[in-house]
């Protein structure tokens, strides 16, 4: 089933499951969303389900708080990363503070999605890498799947979460098939996955970039070099048994994202895995990043995405210590 | 020089003019019945509020000053459209205030030391709005006008569950949502506006122009009148003297009961004026002038109501047990909030979550750890 087939399969799953889960959006009634995720979705569970808002993405965030405050469940679609940012205040001021600011007697079981990163070949801010600015902000959590599987089962666990959920899809999987099990979930949703074993150098990643860490992974063992891949699908928290577990049998890792690198998601990983098993490494914790600058033109996006060779260059320097 | 204030225009609705006469302008003609059957204890009550709610400010305003509170945001001057509002509604309405609006949450039943709390820096909010004691009133939002989308959202909430317009009026659910001049400037004001018209939300829009956000004139906010806003997105708008408690009370409720029998959302625009600083960090002095303030004292909403009801033959009595009340009141904050404690710090580990989170729960732990380490210091010292 295709990534966004899943998300689909997942988010009927969930307005069936209850019916105080709404979508909310714009263009995810007849449309289905830009990217179809919803598509059907309309049809099948009326408008008062599926809303097709107005054109703001501070009201669609903003008025979902005060659903969640009536008992809903909101789960609100950013059309594209470019635009949360009108959004920012109501989910890092507001959305993410409310709980704490009821002393915990109010509960914000809010999901926002927002298609997120490269490799589509857009115009502007069509293809970026918020996340450090959620994972910064307490009481948010954020998550990202990277497999048909995990965007079934994440998007149900993150509606069922008492606490709002940045959910980031990541755009270059959309169209990508895996096997779905619809009926066994696989992780519990804050979870990070070892998704291939290995021994010299332990690969770290999140969302698209995890498929790019498979690619390269199948390139060095072809080299002689065995590498182990961790998704870290939980963004926040991060789920740091299995990175650790794995840095201390490889004695060597290399984080890869799309984000920009200064103060990343990648930044943070590679401090605390240096903070919790120093002694364990053989050579210091490398990061391989989008570069500290906008997101390009379009026809620079293959420059400026971490690709197999950037990583491997990482591994090679790695190995060099 | 003219004056950086808008005065109501022959569209405004007022009842009683500056000293008090009974004088309605046209626009309040469609009230007058509402009006007649108050009875003389709910005209009373109004007094009695605007009254308690102005010692209790002051009192507060001394706290601050004292050094009990870190700030104080007065409300002093603002006490007829509050409490007019406030009155207006049913006890299954929804308030979401800004963060002046003391007397909405008095009258709803938030206890006042519940926002006495806020202001001393023990919480950010504290009190759960669906608590019954609580009456639906929200926490105060600090972040102008984001707290409009939230009563939209509400609202959209209480149309999807049909918790309003149904025609049973003793059931029927609506919302009140305040702000300011300067907060309608505010794009959330606008977005919040757009999905109540849309969704046609039980709603009303309760606009408090006091004339000034902080130093700033109504007139960089808007050069016209605000509450022709609403008319834009759609909805009835309707400018009431906000100094008139009568006025208020009226036009509110008639708005309140249209949004809930599920005629959609209505706006309204008090005209009133902040007589005290924006907050006690705020000095006003170096914005505008006595003669300004001196005006508006003179239009000040409980002189008003005091003379209208000795022109209705309420009692010496009345008046001095309204000024015992209102000492007692005054009095009975001041100590209370000298009894307040502090807070473990464990407390700011607490709700950052509602499922238990590891990197808060880590740090939670370490700090206590290392709170610990100095007990030890000084049992050795």
């Known amino acids: ?321 | 020089m003219t004056l950086p204030v808008s005065s109501p225009d022959p569209g405004t609705v007022r009842v009683l003019t500056a000293d008090g006469s009974f004088a309605p302008t046209p626009a309040a003609e469609p009230y007058l019945a509402l009006i007649d059957a108050l009875s003389d204890a709910e005209l009373e009550g109004f007094y009695r509020d605007m009254a308690v709610i102005r010692a209790f400010d002051v009192q507060a305003t001394n706290l601050q000053r004292q050094g009990q509170l870190a700030l104080w945001p007065p409300s002093f001057g603002q006490e007829a459209a509050q409490v007019g509002s406030a009155r207006a509604a049913r006890p299954q309405d929804h308030f979401f205030p800004s963060y002046r609006e003391h007397v909405v949450a008095r009258i709803r039943g938030v206890d006042p030391i519940d926002i006495i709390r806020v202001m001393r820096g023990l919480t950010h909010g504290g009190w759960n709005p669906f608590d019954p004691k609580n009456g639906n009133v929200h926490v105060y939002t600090l972040v102008l006008g984001s707290q409009t989308l939230h009563a939209t959202g509400l609202a959209m909430g209480l149309a999807f569950d049909e918790r309003s317009g149904t025609g049973d009026p003793e059931r029927d659910e609506a919302v009140i949502v305040y702000y300011g001049d300067g907060a309608s400037s505010q794009g959330d004001i606008h977005e919040a506006m757009v999905f109540a018209a849309s969704y046609r939300t039980p709603q009303v829009f309760f606009l408090q122009n006091n004339q000034w956000a902080i130093s700033v004139p109504v007139a960089t906010q808007s050069r016209a009148p605000l509450y022709k806003r609403g008319e834009g997105y759609g909805m009835p708008s309707i400018a009431v003297d906000g100094n008139d408690v009568l006025a208020s009370w009226a036009v509110t409720r008639l708005a309140l009961e249209e949004a809930r029998a599920g005629e959609g959302p209505r706006a309204i625009e008090a005209l009133t004026y902040r007589m005290g600083a924006h907050t006690t960090s705020d000095d006003p002095t170096k914005y505008r002038t006595s003669e300004e303030e001196d005006s508006w004292r003179a239009r000040d909403p409980i002189d008003r109501m005091r003379n209208y009801l000795l022109s209705r033959g309420a009692s010496e009595a009345f008046f001095a047990d309204v000024e015992a009340e209102s000492a007692a009141v005054a009095e009975d904050i001041r100590i209370r909030t000298g009894e307040l404690g502090g807070l473990e710090t464990d407390a700011m580990f607490d709700h950052v979550y509602s499922d238990p989170h590891p990197l808060v729960e880590e740090q939670r732990q370490w700090f206590a750890g290392y709170e610990a380490s100095f007990d030890g210091e000084q049992e050795a010292s």
């Open chain 1, 1 to 321: 089933m295709p990534f966004s087939r899943a998300l689909n399969a997942g988010l009927r799953a969930a307005l069936a499951g209850s019916d105080r889960v709404l979508l909310m959006g714009e263009d995810i009634g007849p449309l289905g969303g830009v990217f179809r995720v919803t598509e059907g979705l309309q049809a099948e569970f009326g408008d008062r389900r599926v809303l097709d808002t107005p054109l703001a993405e501070s009201g669609i965030v903003g008025t979902a708080i005060g659903l969640a405050m009536a008992g809903f469940r909101p789960v609100c679609e950013i059309q594209f990363d470019g635009f949360v940012f009108p959004a920012f205040d109501q989910i890092t001021s507001q959305l993410a503070k409310q709980t704490y600011r009821h002393e915990g007697a109010l509960q914000l079981p809010v999901v926002i999605r927002i298609p997120y990163g490269g490799h589509i070949g857009a115009v502007e801010h069509h293809q970026e890498s918020p996340e450090a600015y959620f994972t910064h902000t307490p009481g948010l959590r954020v998550v990202s799947p990277s497999t048909p599987n995990d965007a079934y089962w994440m998007i149900q666990d993150a509606i069922a979460s008492p606490d709002p959920v940045i959910f980031l899809e990541p755009k270059a999987k959309y169209w990508q098939k895996g096997e779905v099990d619809t009926s066994a979930r696989a992780l519990p949703l804050h979870a990070s996955r070892v998704v291939r074993r290995g021994t010299d150098v332990t690969l770290v990643g999140h969302g698209a970039m995890v498929s790019v860490l498979l690619q390269a992974a199948a390139i060095a063992e072809s080299e002689g070099t065995s590498c182990e891949v961790v998704d870290v699908r939980s963004l926040s928290p991060v789920d740091y048994g299995p990175i650790l577990d794995s840095v201390r049998r490889t004695g060597r890792m290399v984080y890869a994202q799309e984000a920009p690198g200064f103060t990343s998601l990648g930044s943070e990983i590679a401090a605390t895995v240096m903070e919790r098993a120093f002694y364990a490494l053989e050579a210091p914790v490398l990061r391989v990043s989008g570069f500290d600058t906008p997101f390009p033109p379009a026809k620079l996006e293959g420059a400026y995405l971490p690709d197999a060779d950037r990583i491997l260059e990482a591994v090679d320097r790695s190995l060099t210590y």
